[in-house]
């Protein structure tokens, strides 16, 4: 299955994207994590993207697009994927859909994971990520055993720059810009599906799953 996970901010996209993508066994690629490596290893397009993440605004389509371009080419893709935070514009969409056609293909479907606001914002306030495994953490809902210190990898967890209250609020003016459209985008192509992203985590993976059943080819 070739699939995109949208949802603002905060709505439990990485969350989500480990289950759903081990379910469906296809490779979960997330462009804020390529990003974020990127940026942790000093490379040019990590020094390039850094300055849009700090600041909550989206790396140029541009560079987003040659990266996933790139990534989708490598031979684990060749037969499904599941894309966690990429498109994010409508010309990152639409650079999606002539890269597939490229290669004899096209999106099954776009799932949309549906939080409010006030919800966003505790998620993304509470956020938590390990120095070490990368494991993503919550202090309300999800807390580690003990203070600032990763169950799984005894690593340190951290609050991530762009989570930050005056950058969340930046990020999510550029959802509402330039993110949400999307939904003018694929709705007219009947591949957008929504589900209500709140309540417990295993929920909403069977909320996913279930809801993605029809889109599976049989
Ligand atoms: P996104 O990738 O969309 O930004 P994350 O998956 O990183 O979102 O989730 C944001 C935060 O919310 C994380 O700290 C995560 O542990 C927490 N979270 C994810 N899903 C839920 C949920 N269903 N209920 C409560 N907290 C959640
Ligand atoms: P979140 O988990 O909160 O949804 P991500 O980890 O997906 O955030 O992304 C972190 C940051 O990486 C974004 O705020 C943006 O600066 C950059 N980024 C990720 N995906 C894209 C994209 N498709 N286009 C442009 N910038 C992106």
Known sequence: ???????????????QAQFVAAHLAVPNI???EIFRANVTR??????QA????DAGRLVPDEVTINMVRDRLAEPDAGDGF???GFPRTVPQAVALDKTLADLGTALDVVLELVVDEDEVIRRLSGRRNCRGCGKVWHLEFDAPTRDGICDRCSGELFLRDDDKPEVIAERLRVYTRDTAPLVDYYGPQNKLVGIDATGPVEDVTLRAIDTLRSYEKS
């Not at 000093?42 to 020094?47: A, E, I, M, P, Q």
């Not at 850094?50 to 993440?53: F, L, P």
Request: proline fraction near 6%; aromatic fraction near 4%.
């Open 1 to 15: 299955m070739r699939l995109v996970l949208v949802g603002p901010p905060g709505a439990g996209k990485g969350t």
């Open 30 to 32: 997330s462009t804020g």
């Open 42 to 47: 000093r490379t040019d397009l990590g020094l």
């Open 50 to 53: 850094k300055q849009y993440m």
């Open 82 to 84: 599941l894309l966690d």
